[in-house]
């Protein structure tokens, strides 16, 4: 017994010793002997005063007991979060407008066959929009008069005005990628590309204020195509490092939060473009690939709202002057449409038309759409059917074979009201973050899938993904694990298990690791926690009393408490516009708790592992049999019934026992 009391007490010490241990100490834990998949269940939490309804939800099996952060494993629909959704008009009217006439086609201007059968000869008129230094400037090049189908575009972006020998007319605004030779020509930068590079592309696409969940509430065909059909894996306990989208993307691109970068905000004394940031498509250009960014909404653009933007165009391809001009006539245009294209469909295409323009150059493309879920959760749902034709397409022209393809938000909603549950708090500070290999790199760096595979459940950031995307530009194979001592950690590393959100540049009120406390085993509730367990073991015997002794508490081992942290319920909001001060006068407080025992029973000397969920309301325990696990061994003691009903096997003490 004392031997086992023993490993116990160890067990319940492993979460503390993963906090202190040190980097470079040997990584197995201890724990891995008595290693049991710990049920991590049903932490209903009730908010606040102002909310209505159901607002519990499921913390799943969560397969993370043996590492410092014991992350939520949320519910895709709960019903705290059924109320937001609703099914939204399909398809969108775009097809209304009639079909367009004019396309692009690899940097090529082309008049449909169709529009000519149905109007005759076409005329138009070829307008360039071309970018001024400012980054909110767009002019009109010279017009070509007569531009032929056939001919080379000269920009990316142009209108098209048409006339027809039937005397209707149409106009166009289209973004294509057009042709440029000094990127074609481009050459590595001397010593470029690292000899130990992976050769990949970078593609990633995103859509604005998606949890996870949204995500898979809202692109389901999308999200089921990019993990079942291409075998994508989505990071579940990935973690924003703060509010908005430029603490999203500026970590993801530079290494760096705003505060660490040169100060670049409008009206700040010494403020600069953000030209001179650490932009990781500077590294990618220097190793030789073409590049593609670009983002909707340029009224609110990322860098240029709140920051001063860029002077120089910062990539190949960029496509805000598109969207500064397109968004201005957009009442024009059916809801959502730009002529006959949803205008995510048109965003999707510029990033097919960038590959079918670079074939044999790596590329680094990043488009990140956020008209459709900015504003509001349903609509994004318009964009799944094209979203996964895209995805589609793009594997069956081979261009995912050598492609790094990434799905990712930047946040959860963060409209109050999906906001007000604590499975709103958690989804905003868990957006979809979905990484996929080609297979054939599978194949060839299968430690790296091995590691990715093992971060699905470990704490990951923005900051990861940088330091992802240098690792791919200078790939250490020596090097397996991830050093805990760096707050970006490679996914193609193994993210140390002892990872907490201080060492990974979490503030506590984003960290989604779920708080935990040892709890004295003389303390009341773990009492009655112990209580609901025994209870429920005895009932699951009762029908074979006969048989299986009823069977008593002989103590508690060992007793941990699981809620959310207090600075997440307590968290507002931002106090200022630059989100970065945190507005903690909320009030939001747990109604649910969950703790986690092991104890001992007699006879038999049974040692378990349980969770109880503790409704605070109702002053409830509950106890399930799929979160109890039996950790010794219980030979002989359940002979009695050990064939006929082998789910009884770990609770049932015959009351004849074998010598
Ligand atoms: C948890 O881990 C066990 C053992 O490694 C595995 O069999 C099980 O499928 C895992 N469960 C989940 C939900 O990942
Ligand atoms: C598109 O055009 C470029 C430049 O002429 C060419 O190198 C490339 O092969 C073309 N792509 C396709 C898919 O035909
Ligand atoms: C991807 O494309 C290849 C080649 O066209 C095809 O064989 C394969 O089935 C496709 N995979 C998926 C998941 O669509």
Same mark, same amino acid.
């Given at each position: 017994m004392g031997l086992l009391a023993n490993q116990f007490a160890k067990t319940t010490a492993m979460a503390l010793q993963l906090r202190r241990r040190c980097c470079g100490t040997p990584r197995r834990v201890v724990i891995t002997s008595i290693w049991v998949t710990t049920a991590v269940l049903l932490m209903g939490y009730l908010a606040g005063d102002d909310l209505a309804g159901d607002m519990s939800f499921v913390i799943r099996w969560a397969n993370t007991t043996d590492q410092a952060c014991l992350h939520p494993v949320l519910k895709v629909w709960p019903k705290s979060m059924k109320a937001h959704y609703a099914k939204v008009p399909w398809p969108l009217r775009c097809a209304s407008a009639g079909p367009n006439w004019v396309f692009v086609v690899n940097g090529t201007f082309r008049i449909s066959a169709q529009a000519r059968m149905s109007h005759g000869r076409i005329t138009c008129v070829y307008t360039p929009l071309l970018r001024l230094p400012d980054d909110v400037t767009v002019v009109e090049g010279a017009k070509l008069s007569d531009m032929r189908d056939g001919w080379p575009i000269t920009s990316d972006f142009f209108k098209a005005n048409c006339r027809a020998s039937d005397g209707s007319v149409r106009d166009h605004l289209i973004s294509g990628i057009a042709y440029k030779d000094q990127v074609h020509k481009r050459r590595p930068a001397p010593g470029q590309p690292d000899p130990a590079a992976l050769p990949l592309n970078v593609l990633m696409f995103g859509f604005d204020s998606t949890s996870h969940m949204s995500w898979m509430r809202m692109l389901p065909r999308t999200h089921r195509y990019f993990t079942e059909a291409l075998g994508g894996v989505v990071l579940d306990a990935y973690n924003i490092v703060g509010d908005g989208t430029p603490q999203a993307l500026l970590p993801i691109l530079t290494g760096l939060n705003e505060m660490e970068l040169p100060e670049a905000r409008r009206g700040h004394s010494g403020a600069n473009r953000v030209?001179?940031?650490?932009?990781v498509w500077k590294r990618f250009r220097e190793a030789g690939y073409a590049t593609q960014w670009g983002e909707d909404g340029a009224e609110y653009g990322?860098? @240029?709202?709140?920051m001063l933007g860029f002077?120089? @165009?910062?990539?190949?391809?960029?496509?805000r002057p598109f969207y500064l001009e397109a968004e201005r006539q957009y009442n024009r245009h059916y809801p959502y449409c730009l002529g006959s294209l949803p205008r995510h469909l048109n965003m999707l295409n510029w990033v097919r038309q960038f590959f079918d323009m670079y074939p044999h150059m790596p590329k680094f493309s990043l488009l990140f759409h956020s008209e459709l879920s900015h504003d509001g959760l349903n609509d994004l749902q318009l964009a799944d059917k094209d979203t996964e034709a895209f995805l589609r397409a793009m594997n069956a022209s081979g261009y995912l074979d050598n492609t790094l393809l990434i799905l990712m938000a930047d946040h959860g909603a963060r409209f109050s009201s999906a906001r007000q549950s604590v499975q709103g708090k958690f989804e905003e500070r868990m957006p979809y973050m979905g990484f996929r290999f080609p297979a054939c790199f599978e194949r060839k760096y299968s430690e790296v899938m091995r590691n990715l595979r093992t971060n699905v459940h470990r704490l990951t950031t923005p900051y990861d993904i940088h330091a992802t995307f240098l690792d791919i530009l200078k790939y250490d194979s020596s090097v397996n694990q991830g050093d805990i001592r760096q707050r970006g950690i490679s996914l193609l590393k193994e993210i140390p298990r002892e990872r907490t959100c201080v060492d990974a540049g979490i503030d506590a009120h984003w960290c989604v690791c779920l708080a935990w406390e040892a709890v004295s085993t003389d303390d009341t509730n773990v009492k009655a926690a112990a209580n609901a367990i025994v209870r429920l073991i005895n009932e699951l015997t009762g029908i074979k009393r006969h048989l299986c002794r009823s069977l008593a508490l002989d103590y508690v081992t060992s007793a941990v408490r699981y809620s959310p942290s207090d600075r997440i319920l307590r968290y507002r909001g931002s106090k200022d516009d630059d989100g970065r001060i945190a507005d903690l006068s909320g009030s939001m407080s747990v109604t649910n708790v969950l703790y986690q025992l092991m104890l001992v029973m007699s006879p038999g000397g049974g040692v378990f592992e349980a969770t109880v969920k503790h409704d605070v309301n109702r002053n409830q325990f509950s106890a399930n049999v799929k979160e109890i696990?039996?950790?010794n061994t219980y030979g002989q003691q359940p002979h009695c019934v050990a064939d006929e009903l082998p789910h009884l096997r770990q609770f049932c003490y015959c009351r004849s026992q074998i010598q």
């Open positions: 030209d001179g940031h650490p932009w990322t860098f @240029q709202y709140r002077k120089e @165009q910062p990539v190949d391809h960029y496509m696990s039996r950790i």
